[in-house]
């Protein structure tokens, strides 16, 4: 048996950052950059109001108080998105809505409560004037022409990763379009004569097939694209036929035939399509775990075997099939988030494996805690869904007892995690 960490550097070391495409910007969400973006203008492209006010000249108001109000004859409105001729000039000002271009001869904005507008309208007194009840500077209120991206600047790197504020940023520049590394597409197999496909009826000794859906709802979690084919039978004829269509992908994922049985064929084909790297690691769940290369001519894809157990599977797959997604997406940080929490109950460790408990994580006055999802089973995949982390016991310890500080890999941050 191999380490995880082995493991995962021989999985990484057989996958590749994919090519760049082109598409809309709303479609880029969680992908990478695979360009440059330099901005071909100012943003804001003018000087303009940082809120709803009079724009003025600092100087004309600069002595206003409430007790000694400046009154300004009003000599026009300007709103975002449209421009006025009127210029500013000594005993005027012009109203002025957020986002509106600062008007020729301002040079800042009084906001509209420095200002006795409101009683005037209460009143039902004319708005050919206005009194300024505070004093202002140059520049107040007022967004710079390039104050948030200067004209040929660089604003996002090749590398980064689009998120909704990346997406509003390209968005800002007038980006239609943006270059990223294009999502993985990844195969989704089952394996065994006891899978029946859901919405069907289950015959004795038969169950459904969940673990497909598991796996691609986590490869649609982590950015790829999920092809789902289906269920090869325990047969070598069948499953050679399944991997065949799956060779369209850029990463083969398999559920069960990786152990030891004799209906376990899924080695077999391997090695007989391709080669295999290994198929054992030295962690719980997931021993039999194997990878290797399908294909043996010019187009070879990467093949990741998981366990059939359910709780297995989707934990080799959080382990390592979400690095090699990530890689293929040019992300660079794959480690998933840890905290330090504090067992609750106990995770007992007896055969020098690393192990994966599914863990409930709290807080409480600034600590994490830690407890496990009760049974630990590997097909018992309710454990999961009831899990927003996996605590970690390393191969060279016996366990964890209550009381103990234990490193916890993230999957979610359910709404009770960080409650006080």
């Known amino acids: ?59 004309t108001v600069s002595g206003a108080s409430p007790e000694r109000p400046v009154t300004l004859r009003v000599i026009g409105e300007v709103a975002a998105g449209y421009i006025t ?19 020729p001869g301002a040079d800042s904005v009084v906001p509209f409560e420095e200002t006795d507008e409101l009683e005037r309208r209460q009143a039902g007194r004319s708005l050919d004037e206005i009194a300024v009840r505070k004093a202002s500077v140059p520049g107040a209120n007022i967004r710079r ?3 948030d991206i200067k004209q040929g600047e660089l604003v996002l790197s090749q590398g980064t990763l689009l998120r909704p504020a990346e997406i509003g940023v390209l968005a800002s520049l007038g980006r239609a379009q943006a270059h990223v590394i294009r999502r993985p597409r990844i195969a989704v197999l089952a394996t065994g004569d006891e899978l029946v496909p859901v919405g069907q009826p289950l015959a004795p000794g038969q169950i459904y097939n969940s673990n497909s859906y598991s796996l691609a709802s986590q490869v649609l979690r982590y950015g790829g694209i999920p092809l789902l084919m289906g269920i090869a039978r325990d047969r070598v004829e069948d499953l050679r036929h399944h991997l065949d269509h799956a060779l369209q992908a850029d990463l083969v994922l398999t559920s069960a035939g990786v152990s030891q049985g004799y209906y376990d064929v ?20 997931g021993k039999p775990l194997a990878f ?18 359910p709780v297995s ?3 080799c797959f959080e382990l390592y099939a979400r690095p090699a997604i990530y ?19 106990t995770i007992r460790n007896s055969d020098g494996r690393r192990v994966y408990a599914r863990a409930i994580v709290t807080r409480k006055d600034g600590q994490y805690y830690a407890r496990t999802t009760g049974n630990q089973g590997s097909g018992v995949l309710t454990s999961m869904a009831r899990a927003n982390g996996l605590a970690v016991v390393p191969e060279d310890s016996p366990g964890a007892k209550p009381g103990d500080r234990i490193r916890v890999l993230m999957l979610d941050w359910h709404e009770d995690t960080d409650q006080e």
């Not at 005027?92 to 008007?103: D, F, L, N």
């Not at 899924?266 to 769940?285: I, S």
């Open 327 to 345: 890689k293929m997406l040019g992300r660079t940080n794959w480690e998933k988030p840890a905290i330090w929490a504090i067992m609750q109950d």
């Open 1 to 59: 048996m191999i380490t995880v960490e082995e493991a995962l550097e021989r999985i990484l070391g057989n996958v590749h950052v994919l090519e760049p495409e082109e598409k809309p910007i709303l479609d880029c969400l969680g992908q990478v950059l695979a360009e440059d973006v330099r901005s071909p203008l100012n943003v804001p492209p003018a000087d303009n109001s940082a809120m709803d006010g009079y724009a003025v000249r600092a100087q």
């Open 266 to 285: 899924v080695k077999e084909v391997l090695a007989d399509q391709g080669e295999v790297t290994f198929w054992t690691v030295r962690m719980r769940p």
């Open 85 to 103: 001729q009127a210029t500013v000039i000594p005993g005027t000002t012009i109203r002025i809505m957020t986002g509106a271009p600062i008007p």
């Open 145 to 147: 022409a390039g104050e």
């Open 313 to 315: 599977s989707m934990v």
């Open 292 to 309: 290797g290369v399908l294909g043996k001519g010019a187009r070879r894809v990467p093949h990741l075997g998981l366990p059939g157990n």
